[in-house]
């Protein structure tokens, strides 16, 4: 008896194929340059440390060129409650690959406690549901009736846990948006795709240059079992409490630039624009994001928050 895999089409097969070889490719979770602005999609923790309802939304287009390449739009809304080291946050994320699609709502809770003198540690737990939809129609198959080919919907849950130690200098964080592990077609056993437990750790230390300059450097380590360790390393600069701009670099995979603006003390716009190092630079145009955050009660003594984070 002859089996027969379905045949993919060739940017599916290209860009599995360079999985397999640069280290940013062997990742599952969402993507993103400017993760120093939605820090809260990775890590519960930040729930709430910003001392004010902080909403942002981010949109991700990858590799534009490339037929079916990522696409992804993030929401995420956090709040202090009012209860002593207590926040809150809520989050949305849609990502599109190819023929498939994901849809993670989560509900975020954190409570802070003063660690050290000006020092803060928090706590965090994220829970919430994904909703995995392939769409067989953008698949080329040898067999249009093949019943496991059929389009079809899955739920799983979503189970994470960060740490978020920060002053009003510098921050460091330990979390995993999701601790369980899921498989997608498991009644399929010649296609099984399984989602990864991810582990992150955030770093970043601002320096007073002078009263109108600062410098913040900051990393990203992502851990992925039988994946390569993936490294970002970003230095922004922030003028006047107003325009921030930076450069920022992927181990292996790209370098990227970033601009943003403090609008008023409401909101702030920011873009990057990410340039492929590895040989998937021949077929794209780079990968562009953009992200708007507005804020409630970030006027503190007369000026807007300072926190550079």
Known sequence: MTIKLPK??????????????????????????QYMYNTMSMNPGYSGSRGSLSMLALYRNQWVGLDGAPKTLNFGMHSPIGVQGVGLGLGFTSDKLGPSSESIVTMDFSYTIDFAQDVKLAFGVKGGLSLFDLDPNKLTIYNPNDYDLTKKNYGSPVV?????????????????????????????????????????????????INPDFKLKPAFLTKAVIGAPLSVDISANALLYETVTFGLAYRWSAAVTGMAGFQVNENIMIGYAYDYETTELSRYNSGSHEIFIRFELGTRLKGKVNPRFF
């Open 8 to 33: 993919i089409s060739v940017f599916i097969v290209l860009a599995l194929l360079l999985a397999t070889v640069h280290q940013t490719r062997a990742q599952q979770d969402s993507q993103y340059t």
């Open 160 to 208: 994470g846990a960060g740490f978020y130690l920060y002053s009003e200098k510098w921050y460091m964080g330990l979390s995993t948006p999701n601790f369980l592990e899921t498989e997608y077609y498991n009644d399929i056993q010649v296609s099984t795709a399984t989602e990864k437990t991810h582990i992150y750790l955030i770093g970043g230390y601002v320096f007073q």
